[in-house]
């Protein structure tokens, strides 16, 4: 019989360390994602035990509609809904459908940048729209307003939503497999991607975490601004900021696995090629 062990030998050298390298990238992302997990629960929970009484949403939803008018969000499109009115079965845009399924669970609301359609064309969303889960009432309505008026207001972070939503998935991916089955050892350009795949994958998740920051900064500066409820205006940071830790733990998701599968790779290269 042919041993395992002959079996191994046989297979060429960047092969094997781009599998060591790929096993290790995947371990390394399932511990991330359990952290997002445990994450996302905790700041669940804690928006869950800070629901926002009625009299205090009432305040939230009279701040909106200052905001709506002084930034010319209204003119412009912008619409709030009721996120639980219309059922999801059928919807068609999937990497949308997770996202409203879980703000019809939580406190969360979303900003539909693009129109999101059922299979037969109806809409679900029409673009401009901030759907919010009124059975649990939160600050998330105005950091949902922060992101439409980053999209409506705002250029370049306009751009930045295209790049958090489009390209970053890309690059990120693009940087983890030239980190996998890139080498030192290719052409110039190769090289240049797999010895630099960590940056790349890191500079991809700036977008993301500068858009999030603005949007929850605007919401916080726009309670203080039209009511001075310092005491809810805290409660926003601290709910903000559990939020945002999830995004930080997302990106590190992608970057360090990222880091793992590179160095890996050129470790078990090295110790292939000199048993060789």
Not at 85 to 95: F, I, M, N, R, S
Not at 99 to 113: A, L, R
Not at 158 to 168: A, D
């Amino acid at each position: 019989m042919i041993s395992i062990n002959k079996i191994i030998n046989k297979i060429p050298a960047p092969k094997k360390a781009a599998i060591i390298s790929s096993s290790a990238a995947s371990v390394t992302e399932l511990v991330f994602r359990k952290i997002n997990n445990i994450n996302y629960d905790n700041f669940n929970n804690a928006a869950s035990k800070n629901e926002l009484t009625i009299e205090d949403f009432k305040v939230v939803k009279k701040i909106a509609r200052r905001v709506m008018k002084d930034r010319n969000l209204t003119k412009k499109g912008v619409r709030i809904k009721n996120i639980n009115k219309k059922p999801l079965e059928g919807v068609l845009a999937k990497d949308k459908l997770s996202i409203i399924e879980q703000c019809q669970k939580d406190t969360n609301g979303v900003f539909v940048s693009e129109a999101v359609k059922y299979k037969d064309g109806r809409i679900y969303a029409n673009k401009n729209e901030v759907l919010i889960n009124y059975n649990k009432p939160s600050v998330s309505l105005l950091h949902e307003l922060g992101h439409a008026d980053n999209h409506n207001n705002s250029k370049f972070l306009k751009h930045f939503q295209l790049l958090k939503h489009k390209v970053e998935p890309v690059i990120s991916n693009i940087a983890q497999q030239n980190a996998i089955f890139g080498s030192n050892n290719d052409k110039a350009y190769r090289a240049f991607l797999h010895k630099n795949s960590t940056i790349i994958s890191a500079l991809a998740q700036i977008p993301t975490l500068v858009e999030e920051g603005v949007a929850s900064c605007k919401a916080i500066r726009w309670i203080r601004l039209y009511c001075g409820n310092e005491k809810l205006a805290k409660q926003a940071q601290k709910e903000f900021s559990h939020a945002y830790f999830s995004y930080i733990t997302q990106a590190l998701s992608k970057v360090v696995p990222t880091e793992v599968s590179r160095v890996t790779k050129d470790k078990m290269l090295q110790k292939f090629q000199t048993k060789v």
